[in-house]
């Protein structure tokens, strides 16, 4: 048997990739990956029989029905939505279509970065400023060097929570001759508004959106809302059949049993509200506001503390590598919650006394 290389055939830029991380640790609370808390009870209740009399057969590849009700959920037209297997492949759409430079701030979610660097694409990430806000200067001036094809904003963002100035979005979408792709994965759980009204004035804007945060992670079900002409170029690099049946008819049930989902999500905004000030009377503990389903908060060492969490049987996500000593917890059921704060007073009481920074270190 030949002992092949597979290195040497591996492009250069996938080469030197580092794969997105989604580590499944046994443990009592998991609390790492911003899923909702709740699951479906009753799924038979909101998947129809067609559904499963047609196995056999291939999905709607257009998802007509699933599309038309987001269309008038979101009063937009049917042809300026495309459907993904989450947000994740409308991203890598995005890219193939139209390529880079692509621009977005620093830190926030990782498959901006991956996805351009997988398609062998010039990026650029700019930081964010001390309160975890666009650098709207530095921003526009990558604007005006790099003409950038892409922008993609998280908003809120991941991980810092917070949503981005409207302003300073407002200035980016002006200046730029490329789209911006506001990412709204977690607008559900924001006072601020959404981005969609826009869409009729700014032709470059696009909107991502998605059911994975508000309980139907599974599924996979994300959507671009975006320019009719924008959306039927994008279509023409999706794979056929992208969205399987049993997906879109679950998410039509969800959109259809909209009381559900806003419950569902107004559960998780009383916690989150109810677990940040549990987590403010931590000593050691600075945790930052948040519009999102988690919480950024800053300790003396967070590779300690995240060890002493796991060890107790709490899953949160280390971010020590992108914000210094900072972990991110989502907010789970008021057991999984209590779990967790037991776990970080237990843990931050055998730590050194140390008084955590006042300001932000990105």
Known sequence: MRNIDFTKLTK??????????????PCKA?????????SIERPQDILSAKALKTLNRYPDPEAK?????????????????????????????LTITFG??????????????????????MHVGIPLDRDFDLNVKEML??????????????SPNNPSGNCFSF??????IEASKGIVVVDEAYQPFSKKGTFLPMLKDYENLAVLKTLSKIGYASLRVGFLLADER??????????????????????LGAFKNKQLLRQKISAVISERERLLAEISAVEGVKPYPSDANFILFR?????????GLERSGVLVRNMNSVIKNSLRVTIGTPEENALFIGALRKTMDKAPKVKTAKRRQL
Do not use: C, W
């Open 65 to 93: 029905e699933l599309k038309s009700t987001i269309a008038k959920n979101f009063k937009v037209g049917s042809a300026n939505i495309l459907l993904g297997n989450g947000s994740d492949e409308l991203i890598y759409y």
């Open 230 to 251: 924008l959306i039927s170029e994008v279509n023409k690099v999706r794979l056929p059949y992208n969205l399987n049946a049993l997906s879109q008819a679950i998410a």
């Open 299 to 307: 300790v003396d060492d967070a590779d300690r503390v995240f060890l």
């Open 141 to 154: 001036a990558a604007v005006k060097k790099y003409a950038p094809k892409l922008i993609f904003l998280s």
């Open 30 to 38: 998991k609390l790492d990956a911003n899923e909702s808390p709740y």
């Open 12 to 25: 250069h830029n996938i080469r030197v990739l580092q794969p997105y991380q989604a580590k499944e640790i």
């Open 100 to 121: 880079g430079p692509v621009l977005y701030p620093v830190p926030t979610f990782s498959m901006y970065g991956i996805i351009s660097q997988a398609l062998d694409e």
């Open 167 to 172: 302003e300073k979005i407002q200035r980016l």
